[in-house]
T-cell receptor, first 108, second 115 residues
Framework: GQSLEQPSEVTAVEGAIVQINCTYQ??????LSWYQQHDGGAPTFLSY????GLEETGRFSSFLSRSDSYGYLLLQELQMKDSASYFCAAEGRRALTFGSGTRLQVQP | DGGITQSPKYLFRKEGQNVTLSCEQN?????MYWYRQDPGQGLRLIYYSQIVNDFQKGDIAEGYSVSREKKESFPLTVTSAQKNPTAFYLC??????????????FGPGTRLTVT
């Protein structure tokens, strides 16, 4: 099976940078994905890392270290609309296993 | 416009009744998934299907059933055997089963309340 741990809540101010960490334990791991979910909405895909290193997509970047079973999502130039929950998800042999989510609150 | 539709958005049922949640996609995706989300929690996998006429149990399949008779459709039945069915149910699809980091596309969800 797989389990993922991420902080439950993070608060930051507009324009700042925030990092959301995710550690995973898995028996069969192919990669780590990140999803964003606004309150009452559906999750939307942000990024995927199969290899070690940093993937950058606009203001968002995601990092993976397979040897440390660790990844993070980096959000830069925070905007109010970034207030949402962020989930890491480990891709295993069957399907994705999601973490419990990190609620990001961006303050003015 | 391609996407995933789920209906209805809100559903109310009495305890002891079975209820079927609809999920349709026109993305031509092979793989489809059902997740359950409880308040403040992550998504837990109920069932998934990688191909028509085949499906697999996820982590919390007890009390649920599915069918996959068509590529486009993957309905979920919440049976009376499910002890705590009130939750937010999300359907998703992806372009290819198995590994590869394929993005999962989610429907808008159905919020089920059982009293």
């Amino acid at each position: 099976g797989q389990s993922l741990e991420q902080p439950s809540e993070v608060t930051a101010v507009e324009g700042a940078i925030v990092q959301i960490n995710c550690t995973y334990q898995t028996s069969g791991f192919y990669g780590l994905s990140w999803y964003q979910q606004h309150d009452g909405g559906a999750p939307t895909f942000l990024s995927y890392n199969a290899l070690d290193g940093l993937e950058e997509t606009g203001r968002f970047s995601s990092f993976l270290s397979r040897s440390d079973s660790y990844g993070y999502l980096l959000l830069q130039e925070l905007q109010m609309k970034d207030s949402a929950s962020y989930f890491c998800a480990a891709e295993g042999r069957r399907a994705l296993t999601f973490g419990s989510g990190t609620r990001l609150q961006v303050q003015p | 416009d391609g996407g995933i539709t789920q209906s209805p958005k809100y559903l109310f049922r009495k305890e002891g009744q079975n209820v079927t949640l609809s999920c349709e996609q026109n993305l031509n995706h092979d793989a489809m998934y059902w997740y359950r989300q409880d308040p403040g929690q992550g998504l837990r996998l109920i069932y998934y299907s990688q191909i028509v006429n085949d499906f697999q149990k996820g982590d919390i399949a007890e009390g649920y059933s599915v069918s996959r008779e068509k590529k486009e459709s993957f309905p979920l039945t919440v049976t009376s055997a499910q002890k705590n069915p009130t939750a937010f149910y999300l359907c998703a699809s992806s372009g290819s089963p198995g590994v590869g980091g394929y993005e999962q596309y989610f429907g808008p969800g159905t919020r089920l309340t059982v009293t």
